[in-house]
């Protein structure tokens, strides 16, 4: 097997990466990855992994981070005092993350790729004079990096994922605990009755007023680097690397946006990116249709078979039918 480092993801015809990312997740996707080099916040690179005939069996985006706005992707919020690496293999953002690799590969040229993986993200980090980690690495994988590295796996989060059985809503409602099934359509149907204005929409015809938004529910939540300018800013880039992938459900009441959910169909799940509301404007059980309801109603529509909720809330998820998993970091010696 032959590993080589690349500056771009434009160097990978998409269609080779995608074999690879399709069962991983959106973030790890070949058109994410390209969104996110233009974050003027991080060098990128990527590892691959050949064969000696050119198939690509294995890859990992690698970030030198010169300055993270995400505190819960800064090594000084979530890893012990002693770890400080400024190098993050795989997946930067989503809060899911897995190194690729080829489906159908058997397990021991599956795991003969790993140390490469590593050993390139090592290389890389060195060159910049510091270490690698990989954050909110799902469970399995986890367990197949940890003995590569001299750190114990690092829980940081639980995750969430809600099951969408059957063909439609009332299937997924029906999956549910009998006391559930009650208040999931109590929760509908007081919202039906508020009579707003509910669009779906791509995220390029309405970043502006989704922007206000989430700039208000970021500030409400401690992070006030995130103004209106910045959150606008990050959701225009997406809105532009993704097009018409990025979907918008909103609620208005006549022509004013009082909330919304952007999420990304993509593999055989729907996945939540952002949820925010105007808290000014309350309107009946608008979070749990706008984060839950609403985007499922869309997911069996398009035929996914799973909805990623995420991380935090974890007791209303589990409420709403997700099962739940731990998120792990992984991190190099703590000096190169």
Partial sequence: MITRIIESIHEVPAAAWEHLARPAGLYLSHRWLAGEEEDPTATCAYALVRDLEGTLLAAAPLYLVRDEPNDSYQPETVLPPHLRPRVIAGARRGYHNTPLTAPGLGPGRRDACLPLLRDAARRFAEHHDTTHWWPYLTAPVATR?????????????????????????????SSLPSQRRVGVRRERRDFAAAALDVRRQVLADCFEDAGVLLAGHQQGHGHDRDGIDAMTGLLKRQATAMGSEARVVAAYDDHRMIGFCLYYHYGTTTWIRAVALDRRHPAPHLYFNLMYYLPVEDAYAHGTT???????????????????????????HSSP
């Fill in 145 to 173: 990096l940890a003995p590569l590295y001299p750190e114990p796996a690092l829980r940081l989060e639980d995750d969430a994922l809600i099951p969408l059985p059957g063909t439609g809503i009332d299937d997924y409602v």
């Fill in 306 to 332: 799973a909805l990623h909720a995420g991380m935090t809330a974890i007791e209303a998820k589990r409420r709403r039918g997700a099962e739940v998993s731990g998120l792990y970091a992984l991190v190099d």
